[in-house]
């Protein structure tokens, strides 16, 4: 089917004699036409990222939007703007099926086109842009195709991923069936699952999957979804209790837990069931989404800041669980690569991408209940304190080691025994004994998430 849109997007940069691009409509590249010609300046900077990148950032993605693309119905011209890298002008063909925008294409212009009429208010369109946008809406109806076909893929996999463990066979049975009946998959093929946390589900359409290698299938998993129980748990005893539970539960002082926020689950295939580089390939291609993560950058919240009331959202990450050859045990890697993907956004130096089994302590910290911090250490986490709880936390860190924590804060030494002594003094723990030690470590890394 790949191959029939670079047909659609030839035919329409051969009829308007201008390099065309097709994106989905989250700015992702499907297909280009060639681009003729000595001019480098007709390869924008935009447009030559999108091609590398196979993919516009997210600020490409709004400037473009700024200008009604989403809404509009007819083809539209876009002006130049080099403070931004658009150094020529577009013509935007939006991509639409019975109603719903699926992608964009776009035509460069390098002045030629400029006093092509594209219709609109009385006025009919050049028989150029009208031919243009007849195979544009022929590009629509495959996209549709596509999505639908997706979506129903996706609708299974969700099925299975929240599935208790009476009706899994029977759930995973009919994801296999449509997986061999859609894309010819076969038993015994090694597969995992990509957790991207945050997602935005905000618009209820249908997307198009991208074409990633391995990717077979994905679906939103959206607040309250209930997790799983093990294999042979009773069902009572699993009641949604985990901080992983995915029940929205609110942690101390009504802190939400990351269960509260939307996650994208990818079903992808390996080549080998311990070779995960598909599956981190497809996390990177996932992350660049305009969906994935709620804030920019430079909403991150700094190691050490405080950790008991509601922070401001940070970007996205990614978890990958470890490979299985069963469609049963998805679940299971579900939860794994969830876990994932709550440690490396809890975590920065574990991130923005995390395999499962490269968690360390964090595979048992993401397990625990999501209860109130101990009474000892919680005020130590109110954010008065964000800077002793940053100072314990790098000591800690550094195995107990005074000069290796003074040289990672920046302290003169006895800066820090000043710090250390005043936590000491907050929580009652004696820095000096192993258990006390232990119970701060675990309390403060519980905290992150």
Not at 144 to 171: I, W, Y
Not at 270 to 279: E, Q
Not at 378 to 390: D, F, I, Q, S
Request: proline share 9%; aromatic share 4%.
């Amino acid at each position: 089917m790949r191959g029939d849109y670079q047909q659609l997007v030839d035919e329409i940069s051969a009829a308007l004699g201008a390099p065309a691009t097709l994106e989905d409509r989250d700015f992702g590249l499907i297909a280009f036409g060639a681009h003729e010609g000595d001019d480098d300046e007709v390869m924008d900077p935009v447009r030559t990222r999108s091609i590398l990148q196979r993919r516009s950032s997210a600020a490409v993605r709004a400037w473009f939007e700024a200008f009604g693309i989403a809404r509009a119905r007819t083809a539209l011209r876009i002006p130049p703007d080099p403070a931004a890298g658009v150094f020529k002008g577009r013509i935007c063909l939006p991509v639409r099926h019975r109603g719903i925008v699926h992608g964009y294409v776009w035509l460069l212009d390098d002045g030629h086109l400029t006093d092509l009429e594209l219709g609109g208010r009385g006025a009919p369109a050049d028989p150029r842009i009208a031919q243009a946008m007849e195979t544009a809406a022929r590009i629509g109806a495959l996209l549709a195709d596509e999505a639908r076909a997706g979506s129903e893929l996706g609708d299974l996999l969700r099925e299975l991923l929240v599935s208790q463990p009476a009706g899994r066979a029977a759930t995973a049975a009919a994801l296999h069936e449509a997986l061999r009946d859609t894309l010819r998959f076969t038993p015994g093929v090694p597969l995992t699952v990509v957790a991207v946390l945050p997602w935005d589900t905000s618009d209820t359409d249908v997307a198009p999957l991208p074409s990633l290698p391995g990717l077979l299938a994905a679906c939103a998993l959206p607040a309250g979804s209930p997790a799983p129980p093990a294999e042979g748990a009773d069902e009572a005893d699993n009641a949604p209790q985990h901080g992983n539970g995915h029940q929205g539960r609110s942690g101390a002082g009504g802190r939400p837990s990351s269960a509260a926020v939307p996650a994208l689950a990818a079903l992808v295939r390996l080549r080998s069931a311990g070779a995960l580089t598909p599956a981190h390939a497809v996390a990177e291609h996932l992350l660049r989404s305009p969906r994935a993560g709620a804030a920019p950058a430079e909403g991150r919240v700094p190691r050490g800041a405080p950790r008991g009331h509601p922070s401001p959202l940070r970007p996205g990450a990614a978890g990958i669980g470890v490979g299985t050859t069963e469609l049963t045990d998805l679940p299971a890697t579900w939860r794994e690569a969830l876990d994932a993907a709550r440690a490396a956004r809890a975590e920065p130096r574990l991130g923005p991408i995390t395999q499962w089994d490269a968690l360390g302590p964090y595979r048992m910290l993401t397990a625990l209940p999501g209860t109130a911090p101990d009474p000892a250490v919680g005020p130590l986490l109110t954010p008065a304190h964000a800077e002793l709880a940053r100072t314990a936390e790098v000591f800690l860190d550094c195995a107990g080691q005074a000069s290796r924590t003074a040289q990672a804060l920046g302290i003169h030494r006895q800066t820090l025994y000043y710090r250390l002594g005043r936590v000491e003094k907050l929580t009652g723990l004696d820095l000096a004994d192993g258990e006390h030690r232990l119970l701060l470590h675990m309390a403060l890394k519980a905290a992150r998430l």
